[in-house]
C-alpha cells in the first residue's frame, strides 16, 4: 500500500472488464448493487447508501480502486463497505468465509478494469 492507493494489481492477468461488470451487478457475489447504483439501466434495484458508480473511473485511479476492494476500513474504519480480498482481522465473519476472502484476486482486477471504463 502506497497512501490511498495499492498500486500494483494482485495479479500478472489483466483484469477483464465484462468479467468485472458481471461480478459487479451479481446479486450471489459481488453484492456491490445492494448499496451502490450506477449506470445499469436493466437493473431494477439499485442501492443509495454508497456512492453511485457512475464515473468511477474518472474519480480514482485503479490503485485507488484497488484499495477500496481491498480493504476499504483503511480510509475509512468506519466504513459500511465490506472487505472484498482482506481476511485478517475482520469481526461478524460466518464460519464458512473465514479466511476466504469475498473476491479472489483475478475478480478484484476484473471489477477494477470495469469500474476504469465508467467515466461519464
Not at 451479481?26 to 436493466?42: K, N
Not at 481476511?87 to 476472502?101: I, T
Amino acid at each position: 500500500m502506497a497512501g490511498d492507493e495499492i498500486p500494483a494489481p494482485l495479479t500478472s492477468t489483466p483484469g477483464d472488464a465484462a468479467r468485472g461488470r458481471a461480478i459487479v451487478v451479481q446479486r450471489q457475489q459481488g453484492l456491490c448493487l445492494l448499496c451502490h447504483s450506477g449506470p445499469f439501466p436493466e437493473e431494477r434495484f439499485q442501492g443509495s447508501l454508497a456512492p453511485s458508480l457512475e464515473g468511477a473511473g474518472s474519480r480514482w485511479t485503479a490503485g485507488q480502486l484497488r484499495l477500496r476492494l481491498v480493504d476499504g476500513q483503511r480510509l475509512n474504519p468506519a466504513t459500511i463497505m465490506p472487505s472484498y480480498y482482506r481476511v485478517e482481522g475482520l469481526e461478524r465473519v460466518g464460519n464458512g468465509f473465514k479466511s476466504r476472502p469475498i473476491l479472489e484476486a483475478q475478480q478484484i482486477e476484473d471489477v477494477i478494469a470495469f469500474l476504469q471504463t465508467l467515466r461519464n
